[in-house]
């Protein structure tokens, strides 16, 4: 399904008391220090990706009330880049997420600074949802939904 890379690469979840695992990477990958907002989340998600045991990539995501999954934040450092490490991160979030029974998966993506994470939902099968112009990002912000669990 990916294309065959020579590094063994591996994508692990990880559990919200692991967080601190990932720290350093968010930094190198946003300059800022905080994750996302809330992590007190009733269903929470985190995701890494690494290569040979080297975290190069992480993706966070949680359950919002209205059935509705939400991918927060995730990145892949620029030398990993171009690997598919994002969408297979983004898929085994989907999968998580379909498993339990959200109907809905969603994610927010700034196409200015990030061209290929808009790409990728498009081709996944995303529509677009929301559109607006984001102050503190200096970009538009285009929302990305998926439905899942299509038979119910």
């Known amino acids: 399904m990916y294309e065959q890379d020579i590094r063994p690469v591996t994508i692990e979840r ?13 930094y190198e990958l ?9 992590t007190d989340h009733d269903f929470l998600v985190i995701l890494t990706a690494k290569v040979q045991d080297i975290p190069v990539g992480f993706k966070i995501g949680y359950g919002r009330k209205n059935g509705e999954f ?10 990993y880049r171009r690997q ?40 996944k ?7 607006g112009y984001n ?3 200096s970009d538009y912000q ?5 439905p899942l669990n299509p038979e119910n």
Do not use: C, W
């Open 142 to 146: 285009v929302t990305l939904t998926l």
């Open 70 to 79: 939400y991918s927060a934040k995730g990145g892949v450092l620029p030398n």
């Open 84 to 123: 598919k490490l994002a969408e297979r991160m983004l898929d085994e979030m989907i999968e998580i997420a379909t498993a339990h029974q959200f109907s809905t998966f969603t994610y927010d993506t700034f196409p200015n600074n990030h061209p290929g994470m808009l790409i990728l939902g498009l081709n």
């Open 30 to 38: 946003f300059r800022e220090r905080r994750i996302i907002n809330r």
């Open 125 to 131: 099968g995303f529509k677009v949802s929301y559109t």
């Open 135 to 137: 102050t503190r990002y």
């Open 14 to 26: 990880i559990e919200k008391e692991q967080l601190h695992l990932i720290d350093a990477l968010n």
